[in-house]
C-alpha cells in the first residue's frame, strides 16, 4: 500500500497538504514549515519512506495506554516522525497531522483530526502488504 503525501504551498508556519492511498484522496495533512533556517521543527525531506505501525511513546504516555501510529522509517536526521491527531503547526512535534476540514481563512489548520486518524488507522491496520509512505514537494509550474 502506498500513502502519498503531496504538499502544498506552505505558510511560515505550516506545510499544508493532501494524503492520498493508492492515488486516492484521504484527508488533508498538516506538517512543521518548510524553511529550515530557524532550525526544528521542520517537514522532512521529500522522498520515498518504509511505514510502519508502532507503539508512539509520546501518545502512550499522554494516554497511559499503548498508542499506535505509523512511523516513518529512516528519514535523515529525524527520529520518531510519526502520523498522529492534531490540529495546528505546534501539534506536529515534527510530524504529520491529519484532518478531514481545512479553511482557506486558517491555512495553518485542519479540523476533525482524531476522527480523521481513526479511520486511517483502521484502514492501515487492516492492510496485510508492506506499508510505504511517499512526500512531494510543491513544485511551482
Given at each position: 500500500m502506498l500513502l502519498t503525501i503531496t504538499r502544498q504551498q506552505g505558510t511560515a508556519l505550516s506545510t499544508p497538504?493532501?494524503?492520498?492511498?493508492d492515488g486516492i484522496f484521504q484527508c488533508y495533512t498538516l506538517e512543521p514549515r518548510?524553511?529550515?533556517?530557524h532550525g526544528k521543527p521542520y517537514a522532512i525531506p521529500?522522498?520515498?519512506y518504509a511505514l510502519v505501525l508502532e507503539r508512539?511513546?509520546?501518545f502512550s504516555a499522554i494516554m497511559?495506554?499503548?498508542f499506535l501510529t505509523p512511523h516513518v522509517l529512516d528519514v535523515p536526521g529525524f527520529d520518531y516522525i510519526e502520523i498522529h491527531p492534531g490540529n495546528k503547526p505546534a501539534?506536529?512535534?515534527?510530524?504529520?497531522?491529519?484532518?478531514?476540514?481545512?479553511?482557506?481563512?486558517?491555512?495553518?489548520?485542519?479540523?476533525n483530526s482524531v476522527l480523521t486518524f481513526t479511520a486511517l488507522m483502521a484502514r492501515l491496520?487492516?492492510?496485510?502488504?508492506p506499508l510505504t509512505i511517499s512526500y512531494v514537494d510543491h513544485k511551482d509550474e
Open positions: 497538504g493532501m494524503l492520498d492511498i518548510m524553511d529550515r533556517s521529500a522522498d520515498t508512539s511513546p509520546h497511559g495506554y499503548d501539534d506536529t512535534l515534527g510530524c504529520c497531522l491529519v484532518g478531514e476540514i481545512r479553511r482557506p481563512d486558517a491555512p495553518d489548520w485542519i479540523g491496520q487492516k492492510c496485510k502488504e
